[in-house]
Structure formats: C-alpha cells, structure tokens
C-alpha cells in the first residue's frame, strides 16, 4: 500500500507538507498533494489522528434512495473528495422518512465528525434536528426553509424546466403530459411550477387530467403514465421530474407499444445509466451530482477543521448550473 513517503514523492514535495495538509493546514501544493493521493490510493491512518485530533474521520451521507443513480453519484462524488483527507464516509438510506432520518442520526452521529443529507421533509422539525446535532451539516438537492442555517449545495432547478420546456416548444408540441413529484420538496415544486409558467408564457394551459403528482418512485411513474395513457388528452410530449419516475413511466409506455419519439417525445430531469442504451436514448436535463458531491464534501470538511471557531466564514449556497443533453427520445409531433 502507498504511504507518506510516496504521496511526497509524486507530488514532489515534502512529508512535512502531506502531514501538514492532512492535519487540515493550508499549503502551497496542496492540489499537487491532492491529486497524488487520488491517484495512488493513499488513505491516512484515520484512527490515530482521530485519536490525536480529537476526532473520528468520518461523515455520515443520508440519502432518500441510494438505488437512483443520481444518490449514487453523489455520494462517489463526497467520498472522492473525503478520502483525500483521510475521511471515511458513512451511507445510508432514509427512504424519504422523516423518522428513518431520526435514528439513522441519533446511532451515527457520535461515530462521524459532519452529516451531508438530502432531507427527507423540508420543515421545521427537520432544522431543529439538524441544529440538535451540534455537528457541521451540509444540505444537498433540498433545503430546510428560506433561512435553514446550514450550508447548502444544489443545482439550478428552475433553468433546467425552463430548458425542458422551451426545447419541447421549439419541436413544435403544444399538448403535453407532466409527471411531477412531491411538491413540499425544492426539485419536485420548482421543476413543477417552471415548465408549467414556461408553457403558460407560450400561451399554452395544461389540462388538469394531463398533470400526474405523486412520489419520487419508478412506481408512481409507471402509475401515472397508466393514466395518461388510458385516458387520452391528445399529448405529443411527455416531462418526467426525475429518472425514477421516467424509468417506471417508460415501462408503461413500452408496454402499450407507444413509439418514442413516433407518438410521443419523452425527456425527463436527470440522467440515468441505461438512458443512453434505450432504442430511442433518452433526451434529459443533467445534473452534476459527482461535481455536488465534490462541493458539499469541500463544505464540510472546511467547517470540521474549524469547528467551534467563530471566525469561521459565513455559510455558503452553491448553485450548480444544469444542462440539456439532447438524444433521440424527442421529434417534432407526428401531425406536424
């Protein structure tokens, strides 16, 4: 295994620089110590400096569903970050439970040093808990209020549907289907209400029986999209709010031999692993979930190194920005 000694060597610096950038001191080479970590797998024995330091070298990572690829990156993304400084991560699931949130914290939380989550409600009681912890706390993908008191890392929701949108109405389709998920979440409300007012904008209103809402699932997806084929509303465009939900969707429509992009156009928030490999690859807004991993790990492992100290800086919102990958799962409606 790689040592000290090594880590030194490849970055061409001292050992006195390595220890003293993974006792969490600011040095002149420390992306060059970095990177050389990374590539030679180097992890520092976190046991004794937890010892040393007063502290355990770990992170507890909550997240609603580590089986949707997005969770998945993200948590590649901390960990890549985390080990670098010789941190260990701690994952788990909360099922998008409050009280699964509950007792996943109170049996890690005096074993890790920091909590990155997804929060499974967006209240209040979620914020005292946070609060209660008295560890530093980073929110990804959702937040805990206008003022939550913790630093956040998120992506540019609103500018993803906008993009969904106005791509859908450059193709020419003005009936279309939605299936959107929970709206007492940030993703579910804002990707929601923006492709809706984006719509609206063009002119153009959506019946209410064309609008599906319900949880962030492969089975809500594969539910509504049911309906919105039973129940004819003359769409020629589908927007799915997350890769879940369009996986089950296009189970259905798959099923009922709908013909993408023939019938219908189909493009849905996030990427998913076999979008691409569909034998009509899925059209999609991409979020940067190892890049908001990197962000949030970077946040927390700044506030444990200066826990408890009152010159720490103010706390910090970063916004991701999103982007349209266009493949072949949208055309121009079928009429035109």
């Known amino acids: 295994m790689a040592n000290i000694h090594d880590v030194a060597r490849l970055a061409g610096v001292s050992i006195a620089s390595v220890s003293r950038m993974l006792a969490g001191e600011n040095v002149r080479s420390a992306e060059a110590i970095r990177r050389a970590i990374t590539d030679l797998g180097y992890r520092p024995n976190a046991s004794a400096r937890g010892l040393r330091l007063g502290k355990h070298h770990s992170i507890a990572v909550i997240v609603p569903d580590i089986s949707n690829p997005y969770f998945a990156a993200l948590v590649r993304g901390i960990e890549e970050r985390a080990m670098t400084q010789g941190f260990r991560i701690v994952v788990a699931s909360s099922d998008e439970q409050f009280s699964a949130e509950q007792e996943l914290l109170g049996n890690l ?85 923006v492709f809706l007012q984006t719509l609206a904008d063009a ?35 589908v927007f799915v709010g997350n890769n879940t939900m369009a996986q089950g969707a296009l189970l259905s429509l798959h099923a009922a031999g709908v013909s993408i992009p023939g019938q219908l156009s189909f493009l849905c928030f ?67």
Request: hydrophobic letters at 40%.
């Open 109 to 193: 939380i005096d074993a890790v040093d920091a909590v990155a989550i997804v929060p499974a409600e967006e209240g209040d009681r979620t914020r005292r808990m946070l609060a209660d912890l008295n560890k530093p706390v980073v929110l990804i993908d959702r937040t805990v209020g206008d003022e939550p008191g913790f630093d956040l890392v998120h992506v540019d929701n609103a500018s993803g549907a906008e993009a969904a949108a106005n791509y859908l109405l450059s193709l020419g389709h003005r009936n279309f289907g939605i299936i959107s998920g929970r709206q007492d979440t940030v993703p579910g409300r804002v990707r929601h209400q």
């Open 270 to 336: 996030d990427d998913f692993d076999l979008a691409e490999l569909l034998p009509a690859p899925v059209t999609v807004i991409s979020r940067p979930a190892i890049a908001e991993g990197h962000a949030a790990a970077d946040l927390l492992l700044q506030r444990i190194e200066r826990f408890g100290d009152p010159t720490q800086p103010p706390l910090e919102h970063k916004v991701l920005p999103v982007s349209l990958t266009i493949r072949q799962s949208c055309a121009a409606p079928a009429s035109n």
């Open 203 to 237: 002119g153009i209103q959506v019946p209410a029986e064309a609008v599906k809402i319900g949880e962030f699932s492969r089975d809500f997806g594969r539910h509504a999209a049911q309906e919105l084929i039973d129940n004819p509303t003359g769409m020629t465009a």
